[in-house]
């Protein structure tokens, strides 16, 4: 896998992170924001169990649907044509969970649909 961009530098949160308060929990697909895992531009606002920095992942397939869950039958919640750039979060071997940027949309799409840049 080669010739993918380098991914977009996300540095760590200026200042303390702490619970502050309440905190609306957003709808499934718009941020990247899941109970266990978030995007590490989120990591001043929302607490998850880990923050990630994304790797650059580059549709490779004619059209890709981004899912709200890791399953054929689930809801589309976004699309994404070839060549389309995204931000893998969590690469599965048939899915990864991936976004557009930290201000979503977020979502599922088959691994096989993906070119993930490489370390």
């Not at 619970?19 to 590490?40: C, F, K, M, N």
């Not at 699309?79 to 949309?105: H, I, K, N, Q, Y």
Request: charged share 20%.
């Amino acid at each position: 896998m080669t010739g993918l961009p380098t991914q977009t530098a996300y540095g760590l949160p200026a200042g303390p992170i702490g619970l502050t308060g309440p905190v609306d929990r957003p709808e499934a697909g718009t941020i990247p924001l899941r109970g266990d895992l978030a995007h590490i531009a989120l990591a001043g606002t929302y607490l998850a169990a880990h923050y990630v920095i994304p790797k650059t992942a580059r549709v490779t397939s004619d059209r890709a649907e981004m899912l709200l869950q890791p399953q054929a039958d689930a809801q589309v919640n976004d699309s994404f044509d070839s060549g389309s750039m995204l931000e893998a979060l969590d690469v599965g071997r048939d899915w990864t969970w991936c976004c557009a940027g930290p201000d979503g949309p977020s979502g599922y799409i088959r691994s096989d649909l993906l070119e993930i840049a490489q370390d």
